[in-house]
Structure formats: structure tokens, C-alpha cells
């Protein structure tokens, strides 16, 4: 059975930094393609960051060379290093894993587990 459990989330002011983490279990992250996203009130589901299956990293263009996906396969856990937070990023933060046959990372129809989500909230 699937399961993902983010957490890390939290208040911090602009310019700051949070790491979440997602802890798997029923698969190991070293295997599948996993994602990050993100969920503002009102807005929707966008894509933050991803792996594929062969390692390689997405970054959505808003978040490029400040956020840091990383896995640690010993602990089955996926990390978002978060830094240089703005307002703007401010919102609830959900892992993904199990992306389809085809498709994009960035699409959150793309993945097929989902975790319960952390908030993080950035004041100016």
C-alpha cells in the first residue's frame, strides 16, 4: 500500500528557508518518478519540482535556483529545500509519486499517489 507523509511546512518571513520532507512507504523513491507541487486558495495545482525515473530534475521556472529536490533512498524520503521564500510561495505543499506511462511532471493528473499536503506561509 502507498502512502506519503510530507511535513516541514511552517510560517517563515520572506527570504527564509523551510525543507519538506515526504516520507514514502509500499515503493521506494530511488524507482519511481515522484513530484512536488503546490496549491494557493483559489488557485490551481501547479507543479514545483520533479524526478523521473532516471534521476533527472524539474523545476517550474518560478522556483529555478532557489528550490532543491533531493531523495534519500536509505530513509525512502524526498526532500524540497526551500530558500529565498517569497509571499508568492506561500500555499499547501503535496508530494506525488507514480507518474503514468506518458505525460508531464508538471501535470497533476500526471501522478497517481498522493500525500495529505503541508502549509507553508511566507510574510513580507
Known amino acids: 500500500q502507498v502512502q506519503l507523509v510530507e511535513s516541514g511546512g511552517g510560517s517563515v518571513q520572506a527570504g527564509g528557508s523551510l525543507r519538506l520532507s515526504c516520507a514514502a512507504s509500499?515503493?521506494?523513491?530511488?524507482?519511481?518518478?515522484m513530484g512536488w507541487f503546490r496549491q494557493a486558495p483559489g488557485k490551481e495545482r501547479e507543479g514545483v519540482a520533479g524526478?523521473?525515473?532516471?534521476?533527472?530534475?524539474y523545476y517550474a521556472d518560478s522556483v529555478k535556483g532557489r528550490f532543491t529536490f533531493s531523495r534519500d533512498n536509505s530513509k525512502n524520503t524526498v526532500y524540497l529545500q526551500m530558500n529565498s521564500l517569497k509571499p508568492e510561495d506561500t500555499a499547501m505543499y503535496y508530494c506525488?509519486?507514480?507518474?503514468?506511462?506518458?505525460?508531464?511532471?508538471?501535470?497533476?493528473?500526471?501522478?497517481?499517489?498522493w500525500g495529505q499536503g503541508t502549509q507553508v506561509t511566507v510574510s513580507s
Open positions: 506525488a509519486a507514480y507518474g503514468r506511462p506518458s505525460g508531464s511532471w508538471a501535470d497533476p493528473t500526471y501522478f497517481r499517489y
Open positions: 524526478v523521473d525515473t532516471y534521476g533527472v530534475t
Open positions: 509500499g515503493f521506494t523513491v530511488g524507482y519511481k518518478s
